[in-house]
């Protein structure tokens, strides 16, 4: 329930968080009450990329910058066509945007869409809350008659918690499209989408990809239909132990040698694909900061991250799979969880990070040329059988 109010800057706002902690502030974008589960982003800009990121649905998202909406918000920048997050928090608020680029405030983009927002708070202290106790379920409730903190936390433990859930047909398109390439085309990829940001088909039409984007439910047959050099798998929110259909179309297109090509929850579906399990992180990796090891390279990045759950896969050997061997090609430095996945036997890989660079870093961007290369030899090797 919300309503667009502005001004909302001097309304009373509350968050409330399941294990009971409760910070008072000042409602910020649209006044009413939100729920869903708070975790942290350690970015200092590119909060609207963040906002209209689809892996945020259903996620109250905390900036631990201090100062947010300086730039204020552009028709340039937005990752798909609405903001995705339950709810934002931020400390400190631009009074006024400063940017060529600037079309609104942040504060007017968030209560035009109706996304509740809470102000004026420690985010610092919040955050290290959630680093300690780990992402839990909040409330962000605002206006000029606020429950008592006993019904808003009964509230907040009524709402449902991230494990578990089945997102990704929630954000995916619902009919297909085609980004088509820039310049002369060299190949046709189908996008799975679960999630996908727009920037990640411009990356690969910027490389002569024709890019078919298929909804979440895409069947195997989809998929050939249009008849791919590659098959895509994005990024895209919920608990991987649920995307049973998504794993099942992967496998088909495995045991077709297609090359292939998966990031964020498209690492993820590899992960279960191959027979590894997933799990549930404490607090998750959010923000444009966070440093990964390439192990085939020995290459250090900073890489743009958005995931709350990870691929259990050994880091210390190749293993045995039903598509051949496999080993982890990519490793967090802060905590060791695996980033990314190769087949060594057939053409497929992925990463759990968003190399589209939207917004930044940039270290990444090799690896749609490393996908483009795939498409490359299984077509020369096609032409010589």
């Known amino acids: 329930m919300t309503t667009s109010t502005r001004g909302a800057s001097k309304v009373p706002a509350v968050l409330v968080l399941e294990d009971g902690r409760i910070f008072r502030g000042r409602a910020y974008g649209a006044v009413g009450v939100t729920f869903g589960e708070a975790v942290f982003s350690t970015g ?8 209209t990121d689809p892996s945020y649905h259903r996620q109250v998202v905390v900036m631990t910058a201090p ?3 300086n730039t204020g918000v552009n028709d340039e920048d937005p990752e798909s066509k609405r903001i995705w997050v339950a709810g934002y928090v931020v400390r400190d608020p631009a009074r006024v ?11 007017e983009e968030l209560a035009q869409q109706g996304v509740v927002g809470i102000s004026g708070i420690d985010t610092r202290a919040l955050t290290r809350h959630l680093r300690e106790r780990g992402a839990m379920r909040v409330g962000i409730f605002s206006g000029s008659a606020l429950p008592d903190e006993g019904t808003m936390l009964t509230e907040v433990r009524q709402a449902p918690e991230m494990k578990g859930a089945d997102l990704s047909a929630e954000v995916a398109t619902k009919e297909a499209y085609v980004v088509p390439a820039v310049g002369e085309k060299k ?9 996908i940001k727009g920037m990640t088909p411009h990356r690969m039409a910027e490389r ?3 890019v078919h984007v298929l909804p979440a439910t895409a069947t195997v047959e989809d998929i050939y239909a249009v008849n791919p050099d590659g098959v895509f798998f994005s990024n895209g929110p919920g608990d991987p132990a649920t995307a049973d259909h998504p794993v099942s179309v992967m496998q088909a297109v495995l045991e077709r040698r297609t090359p292939l090509f998966g990031i964020c929850f498209g690492n993820q579906i590899l992960g279960r694909a191959l027979g590894f399990g997933t799990y549930k992180l404490k607090y998750g990796h959010r923000g444009i900061n966070q440093p990964v090891q ?11 991250h958005n995931h709350g759950f990870a691929v259990d896969a050994p880091l210390d050997k190749v293993s045995d799979t039903p598509y051949g061997r496999a080993e982890v090609s990519h490793v967090c430095l802060n905590d060791n969880v695996v980033e990314g996945l190769q087949l060594l036997d057939q053409p497929a890989f992925s990463v759990q990070y968003h190399p589209e660079a939207a917004a930044g870093p940039h270290d990444a961007a090799y690896l749609f040329d490393r996908f483009t290369s795939l498409m490359s030899t299984a077509s020369m090797e096609g032409q010589r059988a």
């Open 97 to 107: 945007p400063s940017n060529w680029r600037s079309r609104r405030s942040l504060d």
């Open 187 to 195: 190949f046709t990829v189908a996008a799975v989408d679960l999630g």
């Open 208 to 210: 002569g990809i024709e």
């Open 67 to 69: 100062h947010v909406g």
């Open 294 to 304: 390439d192990r085939t390279t020995g290459k250090v990045e900073v890489t743009a």
């Open 44 to 51: 200092m800009t590119g909060y609207q990329e963040t906002l």
